[in-house]
């Protein structure tokens, strides 16, 4: 089997096609939590905690006087805990609705109902034959 053929087969299995689609619509997904942490979440925690603002919540290991994160990342090295808060959030978020997802999607799930049971086999001349026997040799 050639090196193409054998690629085509497997990137067309189900199984990677699938994974390909989760991928792409996780990495949107992603996207719409950051928004909703970044855009809705943060700045109502912010305003509860005295209107602080966490992306720029750090500390500047070389030394700079700069108020803002972008501004002390240009000037060198900064321990930046608040956009760290801000990312561990996102993931509490983006995980708890995965949760949720899968907790519906199960309970979406009907289970089957259990196949009937099977007729009883018909009795043949010979199982009747084998079970005198069997009977007999009891006695």
Do not use: C, W
């Not at 085509?8 to 996207?31: Q, T």
């Not at 602080?52 to 700079?64: E, K, R, V």
């Not at 900064?78 to 808060?85: L, P, R």
Request: net charge positive.
């Amino acid at each position: 089997m050639s090196f193409t053929s054998e690629f085509r087969e497997f990137a067309l299995k189900g199984n990677v096609m699938d994974l390909a689609v989760g991928v792409i619509i996780g990495g949107a997904f992603g996207k719409i939590v950051d928004s909703v942490v970044g855009d809705l979440i943060m700045p109502l925690v912010g305003r509860v905690v005295g209107g602080l603002d966490f992306s720029n919540y750090f500390i500047p290991l070389a030394g700079q006087t700069a108020t803002t994160l972008v501004e002390a990342k240009k000037a060198g090295a900064v321990f930046a805990y608040g956009s760290f808060f801000t990312v561990a959030l996102n993931f509490i978020i983006l995980a708890f609705i995965i949760f949720m997802m899968v907790k519906q999607m199960n309970r979406m799930k009907r289970e089957a109902p259990p196949p009937p049971p099977a007729p009883p086999a018909p009795t043949t001349e010979d199982v009747l034959l084998l079970r005198e026997i069997r009977d007999s040799l009891r006695k």
